[in-house]
T-cell receptor
Framework: DTEVTQTPKHLVMGMTNKKSLKCEQHMGHRAMYWYKQKAKKPPELMFVYSYEKLSINESVPSRFSPECPNSSLLNLHLHALQPEDSALYLC??????????????FGPGTRLTVL | GIQVEQSPPDLILQEGANSTLRCNFSDSVNNLQWFHQNPWGQLINLFYIPSGTKQNGRLSATTVATERYSLLYISSSQTTDSGVYFCAVLSGAGSYQLTFGKGTKLSVIP
């Protein structure tokens, strides 16, 4: 059983909608990540949070807005998305951002369709 | 940045067969992980193996860090082994970004 959970599993939204993806980890990790994965491609890093502070933003458009309410929760707020943003969105966590055993564990993902 | 190459890109096996998947990387690594992505998209951790050999049931992995490659062995394959296998590495001091290979798509047929 995964210890990183994500909701919802599937999401369909229009280009004018506002929605949020949620991620929770139960492993006491201090780093959390959002990845985007298009079909037949590997995951691509979007954001990194370390100790609840945004550490890395990989030049992601502002229509994606991350939020880390506490060390075990990570949200991704979506607004005015485009059809090309349709993808699988994966959340991951690790003990720390870098150094030591930085093994990342992934949630089951949210499959997003933008109409 | 570091380059990660996986081979073969596609593999079709009869149930019960064995296979070897390969991951080559272009620089020294701090972390190497093997994942299995099932048809529903879940990325499942198989091994954390920056060096050495590990075994878990029918799966085993070996990383030879000095020669910059890792191998994933699947024995007695089952249909539930189908999916995409990714190798991902962290390289460099203070590194945080996993660099993924393009994956090997495995199809196990009955």
């Amino acid at each position: 059983d995964t210890e990183v959970t994500q909701t919802p599993k599937h999401l369909v939204m229009g280009m004018t909608n506002k929605k949020s993806l949620k991620c929770e980890q139960h492993m006491g990790h201090r780093a959390m990540y959002w990845y985007k994965q298009k079909a037949k491609k590997p995951p691509e890093l979007m954001f990194v949070y370390s100790y609840e502070k945004l550490s890395i933003n990989e030049s992601v458009p502002s229509r994606f807005s991350p939020e880390c309410p506490n060390s075990s929760l990570l949200n991704l707020h979506l607004h005015a998305l485009q059809p090309e943003d349709s993808a699988l969105y994966l959340c991951a966590s690790s003990q720390t951002k870098s150094g030591g055993r930085n093994e990342q564990f992934f949630g089951p993902g949210t499959r997003l369709t933008v109409l | 940045g570091i380059q990660v190459e996986q081979s073969p890109p596609d593999l079709i096996l009869q149930e019960g067969a064995n296979s070897t998947l390969r991951c080559n990387f272009s620089d020294s690594v701090n972390n190497l992980q093997w994942f299995h992505q099932n048809p529903w998209g879940q990325l499942i951790n198989l091994f954390y193996i920056p060096s050495g050999t590990k075994q878990n049931g029918r799966l085993s992995a070996t990383t030879v860090a000095t020669e910059r490659y890792s191998l994933l062995y699947i024995s007695s394959s089952q249909t539930t082994d189908s999916g995409v296998y990714f190798c991902a590495v962290l390289s460099g001091a203070g590194s945080y970004q996993l660099t993924f290979g393009k994956g090997t798509k495995l199809s196990v047929i009955p």
